[in-house]
């Protein structure tokens, strides 16, 4: 036997293979080396988040180009302002029990279009399309009730109160979408507190690369 062989029997006897894929080591593919799943409400609902236990799952379509024209698709930063916190899949996940039990937390999906459709969405998060945060495409009035029955804020005359506003957590396509940052940027203008921000800068694209579960949006 050749040494190439010899590698790929190796290779073979090391990772395993049933029904003609390959298992990671131990046959489980966890989120974390002690969480196998995290159990979120969506919808009322108990949903099981979990990992694609098949290690050659492969990423969905709309998520494997590299390049996208920018604008508008273009690369955010690290950090979108002082005091906005910037989250992986771990802390997401977090957020996402406690937005199941604890009222002041909201998960926002800030896509437009048919993306949440395509991609499902995250579970435990509510789809809010970014175009009804933006004057730019929603009534002022209309944007004032989002805040004030969906968010928890309080206007008194002119001046808003956010010292009840709900922690808002969003997230849209990934790095390199620029939906949920721009409705960030918009509350802070308004003088929503940054410390109630929290952007998961992955988005779906990251979600997804790690075999998480999503569900459908209806």
Known sequence: ??????VSLALLLGLGVAGGHALAAGGEVNITHGVAAVEVLHQGKTVRIERNPDTENMLDPDYSLTSRPCPPFCVQPMSLGPGVETIGE???LEYLKKAGKDANVLVIDSRDGDWPQRSGII???VLLPWQELHPGHTETEKIAEILIFRFGAARQGGIWNFE???TLVMYCNGPWCGQSPTNIKQLMAMGYPAHKLKWYRGGV???KMLGLTTVSPK
């Open 164 to 166: 009840n506003a709900k």
């Open 90 to 92: 771990l802390e997401m």
């Open 205 to 207: 694209q990251d979600w």
């Open 123 to 125: 579970p435990g998060a």
């Open 1 to 6: 036997m050749n040494l190439r062989k010899s």
